[in-house]
């Protein structure tokens, strides 16, 4: 029961029920199960249906950036604030970001003889599988569904144990249009849905331009099929397979032959469907675990969150949401496909609430769990989306700020990388490229892929790297400054008054020089490890040698602005400023204990326990945060509270708490963001291990609650596979490491409570070198009893 997702209702929030299905999905589509009993909805989604889009000519407006930093530097940033905002407007520039489209429903209708009982909606991770089950006088039914990644097509069957047989009405017909937040929308055009034999075809017209659509082949095992106008009608069967392939751009009439001729090609035998599709997903799934053996696994997601509302979060919860965040990402991401989006691959909202890629925040939450998680290959469907996108990203850097390289903007969406959201915080915010080029770095370091380093990460990187060699000016100093900046989305201290909330157009925000250090640093190892780009290696270190030092306020935290005309402003859900301590390695309690601990403080002053500044991914942050700080209780205490305010039913997170609970910020609407299920997973392997190349912490952040468990393998950076199987109340912990390729030395940094088995208790957690090569190492090391 532990990778089973169960509910005991179905979907119920009245105009939005898509925000309560159990999602099922493929990476490239996605399946969404309402469960009712009489009228069956089934959300369809494909990742390259977007619409809405718009991306005009952008004017070029870097002529006015010595004015912006003109004023910034005489202390007028409200004046320099919308200057290159207005200027955009002001040149005809009228971008629009591009929303996902829901494709369709699956649409069932069944009879009902008697009213039902033993209702159960569950979703098995393991396999994808969702299902529904209930009784109907003697007859138990079931209809159980996944998205196949082997044969790209959605599977659903309809089976019966007891003496009534299946009758059924099924069409393939457009998305409720009541999903929509606000009016004037212009929806899909030209339906047309059309039934023969054992087929439905169904397409609509997308505004942007081409024909969008699907065809389900219904076949059953007893009774009749009958084809009506709008859909097929099943009287006395025995069971019902329904599979269905989509199909997102191209003319109706070709695609339909197309698709049909590819369903008639597959063999109607659900376990014969499944079989390949669970071998590749389980793949994925089981690459790692985490086991607290918790008691309560048997109970339903609602009997656990009520729960978890009562004050401490069952452990089985931890693990079950661990496990559904792995399982999202692997639903939505393939190498070969579109990167997870916040709403992943299960919207059904019309013009969806900030249903784009996010890269100040939230993409990258998204795939923080995928490298220490086992999953490295899902990363690669980001970074196709960027390279995709490169001369968008080079045309910004030009038109925006005159600028050689790249210039991600915070979102962007498949259709374009153009910058679209002419905000000022959006347009000052210079960190996307080289926030992504962490995660190419990563990627090799975890994987050892030197090709990949050589063809892929360090043009990339040296992309961004670029872009800062022309936008950083040097002070009187001798320091770079940065100029305009944004530290995401914050306002500082000194412009944080109740008649003005945001003002967000600053200079030196400390997050800008932590990533452009860490890329710098990471293109000199780079370079120096694939021996290319070496001549560039003395620029790079002049760079580095320009960025200032951070900067700590009176209050012993690290300032999120340095410089002198921005003071702090605690009240925020962002915690950019801490990105040297995580999710970068730069500053460690080993490597610089007081800048570490200037760190925390910046962290503790985020205000959790105040709350109202908070959101659903921002707990899930803090979590990950206070892990890397080696605060495992912290860190388990906000994923208590992000399960008490932004968790569904269904285990979706939100952005916020939309009941007037007192958590988070007051909105009258929340929106799904699946970032925070994604970082929870990471949250979680951040207690477990931090890894630096040649070194391993093992269980740095470990809840004094978890007292027995097992995780692993996870990957560290630099190749190393690691289990761990601990018990405190045995005193034991059971290490198991494996290099990923070839033999190296590495050292490990123990729990403060442990030491090697049988040897001086002064070792406790000191650095123990070891050798590891491909074949498994086993160590024991000794707990004491009641710590972590």
Request: hydrophobic content about 40%; aromatic content about 10%; charged content about 25%.
């Amino acid at each position: 029961m532990k990778h089973i997702v169960a509910m005991n209702y179905p979907a119920s929030w009245w105009r939005s029920l898509w925000r309560e299905a159990l999602p099922a999905g493929n990476g490239k589509i996605g399946a969404a199960v309402y469960g009712g009993v009489h009228e069956e909805t089934i959300l369809l989604n494909h990742e390259d249906l977007w619409w809405g889009g718009r991306a005009p000519e952008m004017p070029d407006v870097s002529d006015l950036l010595p004015e912006v930093r003109r004023l910034l530097h005489e202390g007028d940033a409200p004046k320099a604030d919308r200057i290159l905002a207005d200027a955009l407007k002001e040149r005809g520039y009228e971008p629009k970001m591009a929303s996902p489209l829901p494709l369709g429903d699956l649409k069932l209708f069944m009879p009902l003889r008697k009213a039902f009982r033993r209702y159960r909606r569950t979703l098995n991770m393991e396999t994808g599988e969702v299902a529904v089950t209930w009784m109907d006088g003697d007859t138990r039914y079931e209809r159980v569904l996944f998205v196949s990644r082997h044969d790209d097509a959605v599977v659903y069957e309809i089976r019966k144990l007891g003496p009534q047989p299946i009758e059924a009405r099924l069409s393939l017909q457009p998305h409720d249009k009541r999903d929509v937040r606000r009016s004037g929308i212009v929806f899909p055009k030209h339906e047309e849905i059309v039934c023969e034999g054992e087929y439905i075809f169904y397409a609509a017209f997308n505004p942007d331009g081409a024909d969008f659509g699907g065809v389900a082949r219904v076949v059953t095992r007893g009774g009749t099929n009958g084809s009506r106008r709008n859909g097929i009608a099943v009287k006395g069967a025995e069971s019902v397979l329904v599979i269905v392939k989509l199909f997102a751009r191209g003319d109706r009439k070709a695609e339909w032959s197309r698709l049909a001729a590819e369903l008639s090609g597959l063999e109607p035998s659900y376990d014969a469907l499944l079989a390949p599709h669970a071998a590749e997903h389980g793949r994925l799934f089981r690459a790692m675990d985490f086991d607290l053996m918790a008691e309560g696994r048997e109970l339903s997601n609602e009997e656990l969150l009520l729960r978890a509302y009562q004050g401490e979060m069952p452990d089985a919860l931890a693990e079950k949401m661990w496990a559904y965040g792995r399982y999202l990402l692997i639903s939505v991401s393939r190498a070969e496909g579109q990167p997870c989006h916040l709403y992943g691959l299960w919207c059904g909202d019309y013009d969806a609430v900030w249903a784009f890629h996010m890269v100040n925040e939230n993409l990258q939450m998204i795939y923080w769990q995928a490298l220490s998680g086992h999953m490295p290959e899902l990363l690669l469907a980001v970074f196709n989306y960027m390279e995709r996108l490169m001369d968008d990203f080079r045309h910004n850097a030009r038109r925006l700020y005159g600028c050689r390289g790249i210039y991600i903007p915070a979102p962007s969406a498949p259709d374009s990388g153009k910058l679209k959201h002419l905000s000022p915080h959006i347009i000052h915010w210079t960190g996307g490229a080289g926030w992504i080029a962490q995660h190419y770095y990563d990627y090799y370091l975890h994987t050892g892929d030197v090709a990949f380093l050589r063809e892929r990460a360090l043009p990339f990187m040296r992309e961004a790297a670029l872009f800062y060699e022309d936008f950083f000016t040097v002070g009187d100093d001798g320091y770079y400054i940065s100029s305009p900046s944004n530290s995401p989305e914050n306002t500082p201290g000194n412009y944080w008054t109740e008649a003005r909330r945001s003002m967000e157009t600053t200079m030196n925000a400390t997050m800008d020089f932590a990533i452009a250090k860490e890329l710098l640093t990471h293109l000199i190892e780079g370079a120096q490890a694939a021996g290319m780009f070496t001549e560039h290696i003395p620029q790079w270190r002049d760079m580095l040698g320009r960025i200032p030092p951070y900067l700590i306020n009176e209050d012993g935290a690290v300032k999120e602005w340095m410089h002198p005309f921005f003071t702090d402003n605690y009240h925020h859900r962002h915690e950019s400023h801490a990105y040297p301590v995580f999710p970068g390695t730069e500053v460690t309690r080993q490597n610089d204990p007081a800048l570490f601990a200037a760190f925390v403080t910046a962290i503790e002053k985020r205000l959790v326990i105040g709350l109202k500044e908070q959101s659903g991914w921002s707990l899930a942050h803090m979590a990950n945060n206070y892990a890397r700080m080696g605060k495992g209780d912290q860190a388990l205490g906000c994923l208590e509270i992000l399960a008490r305010s932004c968790v569904m039913n269904n285990l979706f997170t939100l952005h916020n708490d939309w009941r007037g609970m007192g958590i988070g910020v007051d909105m009258d609407w929340a929106p799904v963001q699946l970032d925070a299920n994604m970082g929870w997973s990471s949250a979680v392997q951040e207690m477990l291990l931090f890894s630096v190349p040649g070194e391993l912490h093992i269980m740095p952040a470990l809840p004094s609650r978890w007292t027995k468990g097992r995780a692993g393998p996870l990957l560290a950076r630099g190749g190393v596979e690691c289990c761990l199987d601990w018990n405190v109340e045995e005193e034991r912990l059971d290490l198991t490491l494996r290099s990923t390729g070839g033999s190296k030395r590495i050292d490990i940094v123990l729990p403060t409570s442990a030491a090697p088995a049988g040897e001086d208790s002064d070792l406790q957690g000191k650095l123990q070198a070891v050798e590891i090569g491909e074949e498994p190492l086993r160590m024991r090391v000794t707990l004491k009893r009641g710590s972590s």
